[in-house]
T-cell receptor, first 113, second 113 residues
Framework: NAGVTQTPKFQVLKTGQSMTLQCAQD?????MSWYRQDPGMGLRLIHY???????DQGEVPNGYNVSRSTTEDFPLRLLSAAPSQTSVYFC????????????FGSGTQLSVL | TQLLEQSPQFLSIQEGENLTVYCNSS?????LQWYRQEPGEGPVLLVT?????EVKKLKRLTFQFGDARKDSSLHITAAQPGDTGLYLC?????????????FGKGTKLSVIP
């Protein structure tokens, strides 16, 4: 059982480039989410999804797009990378977002130059 | 969403010492989760507390949920180097179809051998 798989592990972009961070889970979880983690700022929610075809914004959605075409996959797209998006990104999933365990991937460290 | 305050922000102690970290809010928690995050990894759930006054134990870790459900604490007895990591509390906000798990900024614990 792989759990939550994120790729790539590390990425360096130039300002203005686009890229997609991949996230896949094999636990048949309906709820998936993306967080960014910055020093001294904790984990901040970017976007989340309560099921295939349904997405919503979190605390810091600007500059990011998401889609949820299948239960398993929840990619995060940066359309035009900016240095302010340098961060560590975590994908997470759970069967239920209320009172149930959130399973995290191991993260993607992104640097935008 | 509500603001979660964690204290202290940093804590460095010697192996064998006891410690307590705190998570507070101005609003009432519906439930609270504690996670531990090790360097280069995603957070891992330690415990969920739901009932005011609840106490849960996980080996040398004791979790308390305040009677008014506005605060929680994590006490570690006889800390070991393996306890080193970032301790995060998290609260689920749900309403009008929105489900957001909000994290505090964390307490970074270093246990020195």
């Amino acid at each position: 059982n792989a759990g939550v798989t994120q790729t790539p592990k590390f990425q360096v972009l130039k300002t203005g480039q686009s890229m997609t961070l991949q996230c896949a889970q094999d636990m048949n979880h309906e709820y998936m989410s993306w967080y960014r983690q910055d020093p001294g700022m904790g984990l901040r929610l970017i976007h989340y999804s309560v099921g295939a075809g349904i997405t919503d914004q979190g605390e810091v959605p600007n500059g990011y797009n998401v889609s949820r075409s299948t239960t398993e996959d929840f990619p995060l797209r940066l359309l035009s990378a900016a240095p302010s998006q340098t961060s560590v990104y975590f994908c997470a999933s759970t069967r239920s977002p209320t009172n149930e365990k959130l399973f995290f991937g191991s993260g993607t460290q992104l640097s935008v130059l | 969403t509500q603001l979660l305050e964690q204290s202290p922000q940093f804590l460095s102690i010697q192996e064998g010492e006891n410690l307590t970290v705190y998570c507070n809010s101005s609003s009432v928690f519906s439930s609270l989760q504690w996670y531990r995050q090790e360097p280069g990894e995603g957070p891992v759930l330690l415990v969920t507390v739901v009932t005011g006054g609840e106490v849960k134990k996980l080996k040398r870790l004791t979790f308390q949920f305040g009677d008014a459900r506005k605060d929680s604490s994590l006490h570690i007895t006889a800390a070991q180097p393996g306890d080193t990591g970032l301790y995060l509390c998290a609260e689920t906000y749900s309403g009008a179809g929105s489900y957001q798990l909000t994290f505090g900024k964390g307490t970074k614990l270093s246990v020195i051998p």
